[in-house]
């Protein structure tokens, strides 16, 4: 076999196994890309349901504070009320005390008349013995055994004053007796009736004290439940930090595709310096619009968003009506890249020269590959949903999120795009 023929064999082996390697690598790319999205929709489908759940737990929590608010505002409202019963019932005690002190002293004044009447009893009865045994004679001949009328006189008077001493004598006891009696019933009666208001204002305070028990009871459940969901709440906070951190990991690697997409861009005057010709209306910049309908609409604009370095198109309507719709070259140029970003889902890059470049984004399919050339008003791509869109996509609604993110660049770096379109 001769040199060239071998050759020729080598060549067309190097073909063969350079068209089943174009088959087989973008299998395997489409297979890493898979992964990596299905981790991003994870996190961020993960991350969506934690914020529900935050919601909603935030909503109970703030709905038993109000619930716990109106506990509380009845506690502190009952709390005044046994402090007035307190107050009437201490009034009532004092009343009690004082009724007491006086029933007190009436006692020990019956006790020093019982004293005095047991004396006077004891006088009298001796006297009366004494005059019993003695007869009336003695009182004649006290008073006829005196020497003159004088002296008779005198003793009369006597007589008759010891007689009216103790008439008076036993009339002040028996006053002395029923005043005292009819003042300790009057005070027994007064101290119960104070006994009765006092307890049934502790009857009342008993109540209010009981009512108080069970909304304590009950704002004590709220603060358990409170205090349950708040647990929640805070592992809901940690699922969307974990989330965060993943998805901040994440969009960390989508910046290093775009400084490495851009540290390959070259330099220029920053303008179209062929804007090539279609039949579409053309920016003083020499661009078109990408997307060519009557209905298109600005979903987010340049910085709509933190970090939004573009402009997000879609039709009025709902997202069916943008998905699948032609993405066009907004100028001549040439395809810098053309891949699936986990992110930026199918994304194009095209360069128009002079250091200008153009992005099409979440494509639901590319039109043109890496190095073609591509001319104004050329269908590139398809608008789709792919990588990282809001809302995601569901078997229900497979179309949702669908939309353009359009960027342009300009000596590798991203500038508002509205100037530079029609």
């Given at each position: 076999m001769n040199k060239p023929m071998i050759l020729r064999i080598c060549s067309v082996l190097l073909c063969t196994v350079l068209c089943m390697t174009s088959y087989i690598l973008?299998?395997?790319?489409?297979?890493?890309?898979?992964?990596?999205?299905?981790?991003?929709?994870?996190?961020?489908?993960?991350?969506?349901?934690?914020?529900?759940?935050?919601?909603e737990f935030q909503k109970e929590i703030e709905a038993m504070q109000a619930d716990i608010d109106?506990?509380?505002?009845?506690?502190?409202?009952?709390?005044?009320?046994?402090?007035?019963?307190?107050t009437l019932i201490a009034q009532y005690q004092a009343e009690e005390n004082a009724l007491q002190a006086e029933i007190d002293a009436a006692d020990a004044r019956q006790k020093e008349l019982d004293t005095e009447i047991s004396a006077t009893y004891d006088?009298?009865?001796?006297?009366?013995?004494?005059?019993?045994?003695?007869?009336?004679t003695s009182t004649l001949e006290l008073l006829l055994g005196a020497g003159d009328f004088e002296t008779f006189l005198t003793r009369l008077e006597l007589v008759?004053?010891?007689?009216?001493?103790?008439?008076?004598?036993?009339?002040?006891?028996?006053?002395?007796?029923?005043?005292?009696?009819?003042?300790?019933?009057?005070?027994?009666?007064?101290?119960?009736?104070?006994?009765?208001?006092?307890?049934?204002?502790?009857?009342?305070?008993?109540?209010?004290?009981?009512?108080?028990?069970?909304?304590?009871?009950?704002?004590?459940?709220?603060?358990?439940k409170q205090t349950a969901i708040e647990q929640k709440l805070s592992r809901e906070n940690k699922i969307q930090a974990d989330s965060e951190k993943q998805i901040a990991a994440l969009n960390a690697a989508m910046e290093e595709y775009d400084r490495q997409q851009a540290a390959g861009m070259e330099n220029g005057g920053g303008s179209i310096v062929n804007g090539g010709s279609s039949n579409y209306p053309v920016s003083s910049k020499g661009m078109i619009h990408p997307l060519q309908y009557p209905n298109?609409?600005?979903?987010?604009?340049?910085?709509?968003?933190?970090?939004?370095?573009?402009?997000?198109?879609?039709?009025?309507?709902?997202?069916?009506?943008?998905?699948?719709?032609?993405?066009?070259?907004?100028?001549?140029?040439?395809?810098?890249?053309?891949?699936?970003?986990?992110?930026?889902?199918?994304?194009?890059?095209?360069?128009?020269g002079n250091g200008v470049y153009t992005r099409y984004a979440h494509c639901s399919k590319l039109l043109v590959g890496k190095g073609q050339t591509v001319k104004q008003g050329q269908v590139i791509a398809y608008v789709g949903n792919t990588g990282n869109v809001y809302p995601r996509p569901t078997a229900s609604n497979p179309h949702a999120g669908a939309h353009l993110h359009f960027e342009v660049w300009v000596n590798g770096k991203r500038v508002n795009p509205a100037p530079w379109l029609p």
């Open positions: 973008p299998a395997a790319a489409w297979s890493s890309k898979d992964e990596i999205q299905d981790k991003i929709d994870e996190q961020e489908s993960r991350k969506a349901q934690s914020e529900q759940n935050e919601s109106i506990v509380n505002q009845k506690i502190s409202d009952l709390n005044v009320q046994i402090a007035e019963k307190n006088l009298l009865s001796e006297r009366l013995y004494a005059t019993y045994v003695a007869g009336e008759r004053r010891i007689a009216e001493n103790d008439t008076a004598l036993v009339s002040d006891l028996q006053a002395d007796i029923d005043e005292l009696k009819a003042t300790t019933e009057k005070l027994n009666r007064d101290k119960a009736a104070v006994e009765e208001k006092r307890a049934a204002v502790k009857s009342e305070r008993d109540a209010i004290a009981a009512s108080r028990a069970e909304e304590q009871q009950a704002r004590n459940v709220q603060e358990s298109v609409v600005i979903s987010a604009g340049w910085y709509g968003y933190a970090n939004h370095q573009g402009i997000d198109f879609t039709t009025a309507g709902a997202t069916g009506n943008t998905y699948g719709k032609e993405i066009r070259a907004v100028a001549d140029g040439v395809v810098y890249s053309s891949e699936y970003h986990y992110s930026w889902g199918n994304n194009v890059y095209i360069n128009h």
